[in-house]
């Protein structure tokens, strides 16, 4: 079977082993999609990244998202700067994880490039509330995820309402979770780094030759 196919049924299998306990440790990166809706604050989409990469090294926890610098009447206005937003455990334990997506190393590579692109330190940090906001950082995600049927106009200030269209769109592609926040990461398995792989790991280094006579054993 090829890669690509197995990925999606590896997703359903890591999200059926979290409510039954039979989850390894860790299983490649994956990325899961989250909403947050209105309440303190205002509607939000962002992702998680956990898990470990297939050629191994340490584990990822980490999540991004997209917003304003600042809340002001200049976001009805136009263009205005903008920033990372890396949510706080209580903040996500509030959202709803909608889905997941496994990912490839390179895909794992292309997410970093993604996130580096929208940070303003290292490229655009531009937020637009009509063109730019949080759910356009998360369709480029769901892009680079390999999911298609993402554009849905109408519905680009509806976190919630447009990850479940694109799940809806891609079902042999996506684990469906739709889970209170809380519920969902209590159900995770602990993360444990990988071996690295024989194809990533650096050639160990040849031994050096011996230029004196070994001490006398004892």
């Known amino acids: ?16 082993g979290t409510l039954f306990g039979s989850a390894p440790a860790w299983a490649a990166v994956t990325i899961t999609f989250w909403s947050h809706e209105l309440g303190n ?10 898990g470990v990469q297939d050629a191994g090294g340490p584990p990822v926890d980490v999540n991004y998202g997209f917003t304003a610098k600042s809340v002001s009447p ?13 949510s706080r455990p209580f ?28 940070d303003e330190k290292t490229g655009d940090g531009r937020y637009n509330l009509n063109d730019r906001n949080c759910i ?14 993402l554009d849905h106009p109408k519905l680009m200030k509806k976190p919630r309402s447009y990850l479940q269209a694109v799940a809806a769109a891609n079902p042999d592609r996506v684990a469906v979770i739709h889970m209170h926040g809380k519920t969902y990461l209590a159900s ?3 993360l444990t780094a990988a071996p690295v792989s024989a194809a990533a790991a650096p050639a160990p280094a040849p031994a050096p030759v011996a230029m004196i006579q070994p001490l006398p054993a004892h």
């Open 1 to 16: 079977m090829h890669r690509s196919l197995l990925r999606p049924l590896l997703a359903t299998l890591l999200l059926l």
């Open 136 to 149: 356009h950082f998360v369709k480029e995600a769901a892009r680079i995820a390999g999911l298609t049927g």
């Open 74 to 86: 200049a976001l009805l206005m136009g263009s205005v700067a903008g920033r990372l937003d890396i």
């Open 91 to 118: 903040y996500i334990g509030t959202s709803d994880a909608q889905f997941s997506v496994v990912l490839s190393d390179a895909q794992y590579a292309q997410m970093l490039t993604l996130i580096a692109a929208w």
């Open 188 to 190: 995770l398995p602990p």
């Open 41 to 50: 604050s205002f509607p939000h989409a962002f992702f998680t990244l956990r």
